[in-house]
């Protein structure tokens, strides 16, 4: 799995049918101890109704189609949770509840 900050979406018309009703996301994975932005993007299938700003973590390959609903989409990534903390080492190093606003991140 990978953690990464959802940056935008992506829209498109003309799909394949199997990813039709699918929402799609850019996530830009983070460093777990500092949350620092990595330099990589995915494009992943939402399927926990994660929006831009959210901390997320996905999974990709063959486990991303393994949920009732990621299953039908033809999808190397999909996003299977919006994160409330991340503790390393007994430090915390995330807190959503402490986020003043999820959609304004430092870059």
Known sequence: MLVGRVTGNVVSTNKV???TGAKLLIVQT???DTLAM???????VDDVGAGEGDLVFC???SSSR????SKKFASDYT?????D?????????YDKAK??????WPE
Do not use: F, M
């Not at 990595?38 to 992943?44: A, G, H, L, N, R």
């Not at 903390?85 to 190093?93: A, E, L």
């Open 17 to 19: 049918p199997t990813l």
């Open 30 to 32: 983070v460093a777990l």
């Open 38 to 44: 990595q330099e990589d993007y995915v494009i992943c």
């Open 59 to 61: 999974a990709y390959g």
């Open 66 to 69: 393994q949920s009732d609903t």
């Open 79 to 83: 996003i299977y949770g919006i994160l």
């Open 85 to 93: 903390s991340i503790d390393i080492r007994g430090r915390r190093t």
């Open 99 to 104: 986020e003043a606003d999820a959609c304004n």
